[in-house]
């Protein structure tokens, strides 16, 4: 059963950072790309910053410089380390794995950010 559950979000002000976790199951994170995509008010979900098993990582040009992903192979864990959080950052953040299965999602975090 693939589970990925995110956690981390909350409300922060312009400038500030929060630093998302995503615990994925052990056989999806040991083989599987892992990626963050944000979801904002009347926007489209898009993909924020993914990481693959081996470490290779890819970053979207609107967040590069402010946000970091990273993985925890031991907590089966990937991180999204967001700084300098504006305002049009505000969106539900959502975990997500790509298998031969399809992709999964997990529940999502909202981020707030306030100018």
């Known amino acids: 059963q693939v589970q990925l559950v995110e956690s981390g979000g909350g409300l922060v002000q312009a400038g500030g950072s929060l630093r998302l976790s995503c615990v994925a199951s052990?056989?999806?994170?040991?083989?599987?790309?892992i990626s963050w995509y944000r979801q904002g008010p009347g926007k489209q979900r898009e993909l924020v910053a993914g990481?693959?098993?081996?470490?290779?990582?890819s970053v979207a040009d609107s967040v590069k410089g402010r946000f970091t992903i990273s993985r925890d192979n031991a907590k089966n864990t990937v991180y999204l380390q967001m700084n300098s959080l504006k305002p049009e950052d505000t969106a539900v953040y959502y975990c997500?794995?790509?298998?031969?299965?399809?992709?999964?999602w997990g529940q999502g975090t909202q981020v707030t950010v306030s100018s």
């Open positions: 990481i693959t098993s081996g470490g290779s990582i």
């Open positions: 997500s794995a790509a298998t031969v299965a399809g992709q999964y």
């Open positions: 052990a056989r999806i994170f040991s083989i599987n790309p």
